[in-house]
């Protein structure tokens, strides 16, 4: 993951600072076998290293690992987000048991249709139990309450329970206020047959597979048969019910959509010149980076210049395919890369694939030249030197802060 070494000796530290480049970069600073490590991600490297590394000041608490430090590892980035990415995959690496504590990510908030009970329910939750599951999870929302707010509004236009509780129906169970209701076929007190219930759940599956699209058809086929039978009251209320669905789908961010075909492909600068570098998306984990050149040298010599879309497709299958990964891994990349995308001023710009699993190749490759001129949709931001607990000694965050200014 890391491309550069440099062997570190205090009395030749200035040939090590020379050596660094003055540019964002993930690194690690590895002392004696068996010690460990420091890893952590900077706007400026060398202006990072001689702060760790040159002798320590007289009086001053600024953390100095001058005495310890006999390597440097590092990989040049070209954005705050691939910087986070490999800070991520380091610690998880370094640090397999520690790691979720020292990046302090959120989890992504996704709604949950639970289809292992006998009586499917959906939630909201923030954990992915398995990807082998029958479960279908659905995500990521920017917050829980966004979350809730989605789930609660669009289970309104149908008829699954909502009560966590394990039913066993029973003729003499009471029931309760969704079922007085009428918004609950009532389960519990066999108020439906199973196959009914069996039948509303697969409309709510619909519904959020396709992002409320399939109710949003069913209700204008009703709203369209109602008014071909010149019913126009039945048709007014059909519209009236299909109105008041409009503003719910609208709620949806285009990034929610079923985890396991949440795909597509995520544009941010590169450190490399000529360059962007491409992430994968691959149902909710993230394949890079990927260098993509803008244009080869040699293909333009040859007077047989291809074009982007076609290099583009080229790079893409020449990655190499992403191993697989457990549910945790998942949940990990999901809540990183909603960090990301629900920023006010997100670097880059991501693009999702259609039902048939395309990309949108033409505005992708606008998307790449708008990254490439640093003219992307939001306002660019710059690197955050953000510290990361990464080893060799415990120090106080706000003492760093403080001597970083």
Known sequence: MLAHLLQFAPE??????????????VF??????????YISKTANLRRRLVRLLSPPQVGSKRLNLRQQVRSIEYALTGSDFESGLLLYRLLRQEFPHSYANRLRWRPAPLVRLILENEYPRATVTSRIGSLRGRSRYYGPFATRPAAEKFANDALDFFKIRRCP?????????????YSEMKMCLAPCFRG???????????????????????????LEAQRDQASAALDFEGAAA??????????????????VRPIDRLHGLLVQPSAEPDCVALFRLEAGRLNGPIPFVLQHKSAVQAGKPQSMEARLLETLAAAPPLPPGAALETAEQLAYLKRWYYRSAPVGEIFFTDADGELPLRRVVRGISRVFRGETEHPPQSHRDTEQDGGLK???????????S
């Open 192 to 218: 439906c047959t199973d196959a009914e219930y069996r039948l509303e759940v697969e409309r709510v599956q619909a519904f959020l597979d396709t992002r409320g699209q399939s109710l949003l058809r069913e």
């Open 165 to 177: 509780d394990e039913l066993r129906p029973d003729p003499a169970f009471p029931g309760c206020i």
């Open 238 to 255: 059909w519209h009236a019910r299909r109105e008041k669905l409009a503003p719910v789908v609208a709620q949806l961010p285009e990034i």
């Open 394 to 404: 415990t120090y106080h965050r706000a003492t760093e802060t403080q001597s970083e």
């Open 12 to 25: 030749g530290d200035a040939d090590v600072f020379a050596a660094a480049a003055a540019a964002p970069a």
């Open 28 to 37: 690690v600073l590895r002392g004696e076998p068996g010690t460990e490590p």
